[in-house]
């Protein structure tokens, strides 16, 4: 283990930031589930089936930025910042892509995607509604989370949850205006909180362009250093991003199946898993927040060549990780009740109680997806091996976890909770292949290049 306070004040203290952005934003899809929930029963699952295509989005966005992320923090550790803005101009040009085609598909086939998530009509016709709106918000999420990714790299995180936070608040309040018809305000229902989230999401547009011109000065990103780059480094973002898109593509495909196995089974599990689900991503944000800060970390140590100081960093990473686990799988459990008091009696008396089924099984999956998921995505992506997560999940997802779940839904007939803990238990079993993995120490990859203009060996 680490002794040093130092570690521990600058590890927790990049978490922290990271795990208030990660609040922050996932707190906007909240408050919709929240205020949405208030409103209508219906209303809230429809934009629950709608957040599935904005998670599937959010994964590929993080997977495009995390392939900055880990040449990025390379290069730092390596005192080379040149070659940072040629990274972020080729991961903007992936994930721009990527956006644009998102937006295609969901402006010309909302209904159709919603059947595939859901057979009530009721909901589907409210996600309809939201659709139409929100899918102009998706290339304006994507420019400004690569960004803000990408300055991660070098150390700068601030601007994050800045940025999230003025989300929040405009989101918040717009939601309440539009939503409801307060103060004069036309009630809109679904489409006044997809308004307001569109015009949160140019707010925070915004935001990060006014701090790249006016205060960054340590990569001097402009919009000409980011149109004008030299293609070669192209190759080696794609050399290393490609895995880790793959990987979030999966997964946010793996997730967008789930969605639709529960939403088959009824308007009140869709309702129960939008709640346990927005729960547990607010609850668990310490966790994504220590595992973004060890990729970081991680990859500085490499990039400056201490790989000798590899040894006890990955020992103390495993523990605070176990930690961080076990006191957000509490939380979850003991909040229970009290989050569902938030919903105001809306909900119905058996999605009420599916609601806390769902959150005792996300308790206990929380405390292994806490220690592999931060092992898997930040120590061993951070050290250079995207490719293993992706490989992994491949055969977790497609082979075990969707296949099982669907044959308990539709084949067994067995309760909801037993679906929906079947489609969470790789949490738990992906511990073993992590451990292995990471024991291995083959994870550790020189990803930058040499002084020659080529690729340093691992």
Not at 237 to 256: D, F, K
Not at 342 to 369: K, P
Not at 435 to 440: P, W
């Amino acid at each position: 283990m680490i002794r040093e306070k130092t570690f521990y004040r600058t590890f927790f203290a990049l978490t922290l930031s990271l795990a208030l952005q990660n609040l922050l934003t996932y707190g906007v899809n909240m408050m919709d589930t929240v205020m949405l929930g208030r409103y209508s029963q219906d209303a809230m699952g429809g934009v629950s089936l709608c957040n599935q295509v904005q998670f599937l989005l959010q994964m590929l966005v993080v997977g495009a930025g995390e392939g900055a992320v880990v040449l990025g923090a390379q290069y730092w550790g390596k005192n080379e910042l040149d070659p940072i803005p040629h990274i972020i101009g080729a991961a903007l040009r992936f994930g721009g892509a990527l956006a644009v085609v998102m937006f295609a598909v969901v402006l010309a086939f909302p209904r159709q995607l919603l059947c595939l998530l859901s057979n009530d009509e009721n909901v589907i016709g409210q996600g309809v509604q939201y659709f139409q709106i929100i899918c102009f918000t998706y290339i304006i999420f994507t420019v400004t989370n690569i960004l803000v990714a990408s300055l991660r790299s070098v150390g700068i995180v601030k601007i994050g949850y800045i940025i999230s936070f003025s989300t929040l608040c405009i989101n918040t309040c717009l939601n309440y205006l539009l939503i409801y018809g307060r103060f004069g305000f036309p009630e809109l229902g679904v489409r006044g909180a997809a308004i307001a989230t569109l015009i949160s999401r140019c707010v925070e547009l915004l935001i990060v362009a006014y701090y790249l011109k006016c205060r960054e000065q340590r990569l001097r990103l402009t919009l000409k250093r980011l149109l004008r780059i030299d293609t070669s480094y192209i190759r080696d973002y794609a050399r290393i991003s490609s895995p880790v898109l793959i990987n979030q593509a999966l997964w946010g495909v793996a997730q967008m199946v789930q969605t639709g196995i529960l939403g088959h089974l009824g308007g009140d599990v869709t309702a129960a898993n939008a709640i346990a689900v927005q729960v547990y991503q607010v609850l668990s944000v310490v966790a994504y927040g220590a595992a973004s800060a060890s990729g970081i970390v991680v990859g500085k140590t490499i990039g400056s060549g201490r790989k000798e100081e590899l040894h006890p960093l990955v020992t103390t990473l495993q523990v605070i990780f176990l930690v961080i686990g076990v006191f957000s799988g509490l939380a979850i459990f003991l909040l229970r009740s009290p989050i569902l008091a938030v919903f105001g009696g809306t909900l119905t008396e058996r999605a009420y109680a599916l609601s806390m089924q769902f959150m005792v099984v996300m308790a206990v999956t929380t405390v292994g997806t806490a220690y592999q998921m931060a092992c898997d995505n930040g120590i061993i992506r951070g050290g250079g091996d995207t490719a293993f997560s992706a490989k992994m999940n491949l055969f977790s997802m497609w082979l075990i976890v969707v296949p099982f779940s669907a044959m308990a839904a539709f084949w067994w007939k067995s309760a909801p909770v037993v679906v929906f803990f079947l489609l969470k238990w790789d949490q738990l079993y992906k511990i073993i292949p992590v451990t292995i993995r990471l024991h291995s120490w083959k994870w550790v990859k020189t990803v930058t290049r040499s002084e020659d203009g080529g690729k340093t060996a691992g």
